[in-house]
């Protein structure tokens, strides 16, 4: 253990002595000495798998993607065995190749499901829990509402127009089912 880390524990522990507080980490973690190259190694491998998968989260997958991943690995200048790192770049060649040229495929579900989790949020304050209209306001998640987009949304789009596309595609709502079946 560096002169640092002992130093940084010191401070935690400033009652005890130096030497004692050196003896008693070298008794508890004495033994991970022996696997200093494969954490070292292993270290590597995780933040080569991490920085894949931010550039991933990042740029999303494409027939370039290998490329600049490769690119990025040099710039990083990771010394993982080849054969790890053979396995991620066989990866990425694998899935990047079946995307069609000039297209680029969303790789993690993160955006999705955060979207998700705000729908679930917003419905969760309605009183009738189903996901009928109210799906619409996901895309409110995803953009700037502002006055000027209210208003160019109410002077382009008729609500007789709205409401017979929401008949069509969503149907009679379950609260206008209720309604009917409880009224008579």
């Known amino acids: 253990m560096g002169a640092a880390s002992i130093d940084v524990i010191s401070s935690l522990k400033p009652n005890i002595e130096l030497k004692l507080l050196k003896q008693k980490l070298d008794d508890k973690f004495g033994w991970l000495a022996e696997y200093e190259d494969d954490i070292i190694m292993w270290d590597e491998m995780v933040e080569m798998t991490r920085a894949l998968e931010t550039y991933l989260k990042t740029n999303g997958i494409n027939q370039q993607s290998?490329?600049?991943?490769?690119?990025?690995?040099?710039?990083?200048?990771?010394?993982?065995?080849?054969?790890?790192?053979?396995?991620?770049?066989?990866?990425?060649?694998?899935?990047?190749?079946?995307?069609?040229?000039?297209?680029?495929?969303?790789?993690?579900s993160d955006v999705i499901e955060s979207l998700f989790g705000k729908y679930k949020q917003f419905s969760s304050r309605s009183p009738i829990q189903q996901i009928g209209q109210t799906v619409l306001s996901i895309c409110l998640c995803t953009m700037n509402l502002t006055t000027s987009v209210v208003k160019e949304a109410l002077e382009t789009i008729r609500y007789l127009d709205l409401e017979a596309w929401s008949s069509q595609v969503f149907g009679q709502s379950m609260l206008s089912q209720r309604r009917i079946v409880f009224s008579s």
């Open 66 to 108: 290998l490329t600049n991943f490769e690119f990025l690995m040099s710039c990083l200048n990771f010394n993982v065995n080849s054969d790890f790192k053979q396995k991620i770049l066989d990866y990425l060649l694998n899935e990047s190749s079946k995307i069609p040229p000039l297209t680029t495929f969303l790789a993690t």
